[in-house]
């Protein structure tokens, strides 16, 4: 209970796959009354709560084009884990802050989705984290998708006392401490802006109980936060631009410096050297990916030319041919939160395929640019 400028505040700490707290947000609204309810949900995840995903309206091949296919991989990743836990607990995951809204709406009370987007919110997160920070992230969340340990009755009945989502985000920002601020600070402070900001003498806000301390602690604070600076999503470090440039301007300068130090012949030679170095493990990492014939052929004549050019890369062309010539049905995308969590249904869900299509051959090209870059400059030098 906070009192805050002549209002009332009440914050509900919930777990977010407990059927206590399922009980807890209707018996709060019924006795307070509120003038406003608060939930901890942007309208993002309110839609796919209330609705179920929306898969109809997903252009896979934007998000291929813009390049958010890694952030929508790691999304599913975490909605996938979220979603396993809440099966271990009985319960669906965010069904008390749906509760809540349902309460509220039953008895005429505006409801306030007090939540920045997890869209920007994913995107900031993963902004924050280097190259292999990156990989550490989603290699621990793919191996405890896979891992087939199963949970005592003592862990369930500790976890249906908690946060179960903010207690996993607190165990990713302790071996990884970038995420903190994206996934906590900043969304302690975004709530805390909405719920203060939310109409009525009377207040309740459902949040997990996560933030729970943060929140009311800046609601007591009284100070006002700017949202705006919040919502934006920022540019990625001009280190690797700079380094993206350099390396294929670099592998440039030897071909041309090799054509006019040694002739034509020999620049051609390694042109072809160039082109297979680079050509072959992209196109084995199509077809480990168990991609059609033709993204694997597009894999090989892509490697070359992408690995020389930063702004393409050869997983983002082989995605979106994969994603062209094979594109997901619909039973893809409605059981990919189950399949990602067993290791051979990834090559049988088309959805999922397509990020393989992605991210083998993208292995494949890096390893190429190192083997080719590796044989020119030796030739140089």
């Known amino acids: 209970m906070i009192e805050v400028g002549g209002r009332r505040i009440v914050l509900v700490g919930t777990a977010h796959v407990s059927r206590e707290s399922t009980a807890l947000v209707r018996q709060v609204i019924e006795a307070e009354s509120p003038d406003g309810v608060c939930v901890e949900l942007d309208s993002q995840r309110y839609r796919a709560l209330t609705q179920g995903p929306d898969w109809e309206s997903l252009d896979l091949r934007q998000l291929i084009r813009t390049r958010q296919l890694p952030t929508f991989v790691l999304h ?3 909605g996938s884990y979220q979603k396993r836990l809440g099966m271990d607990l009985g319960v669906t995951p ?13 008895r005429g009370i505006p409801v306030e989705l007090a939540d920045r987007s997890v869209r920007v919110t994913i995107l900031r ?3 924050s984290l280097s190259f292999w920070r990156k990989n550490k992230l989603v290699a621990a969340i793919v191996a405890g998708l896979l891992s087939d340990a199963k949970l005592s009755e003592d862990d369930l009945r500790e976890l249906r006392r908690q946060d179960v989502l903010s207690e996993l985000i607190r165990e990713l920002a302790r071996e990884l401490p970038e995420l903190k601020g994206a996934l906590i600070d900043e969304r302690d402070a975004y709530l805390a802006e909405k719920i203060r900001r939310t109409a009525g003498p009377t207040i309740v806000a459902v949040v997990g109980a996560g933030h729970l301390d943060g929140v009311a602690r800046l609601l007591a604070e009284r100070e006002a936060v700017d949202l705006a600076p919040l919502d934006e999503v920022p540019p990625g470090s001009p ?6 440039w350099l390396i294929p301007v670099s592998i440039v300068a030897a071909f041309g410096t090799l054509a006019f130090t040694r002739g034509p012949e020999v ?14 493990p992209c196109g084995l990492g199509a077809i480990a990916a168990l991609a059609h014939p033709l993204t694997i052929l597009t894999a090989f004549v892509a490697a070359p030319i992408t690995t020389l050019h930063p702004l393409l890369g050869a997983g983002h062309v082989t995605a979106l041919v994969q994603a062209w010539v094979q594109p997901p049905r619909v039973r893809d995308f409605q059981t ?12 049988r869900n088309r959805l999922l395929r397509v990020c393989l299509a992605f991210v083998l051959p993208s292995l494949g ?15 140089l030098f």
């Open 125 to 127: 997160a993963w902004r």
């Open 336 to 347: 990919v939160s189950d399949d990602l969590g067993r290791a051979s249904a990834w090559w």
């Open 94 to 106: 965010g069904a008390e802050l749906l509760e809540a809204a349902r309460a509220a709406e039953q």
């Open 239 to 244: 280190v690797w631009k700079y380094v993206g």
């Open 76 to 78: 599913l990743l975490l």
């Open 267 to 280: 620049a051609g030679e390694n042109l072809k050297l160039w082109v297979l170095a680079t050509g072959i």
């Open 365 to 379: 090209a890096m390893i190429g640019l190192y083997l080719g870059g590796v044989a020119v400059l030796r030739e």
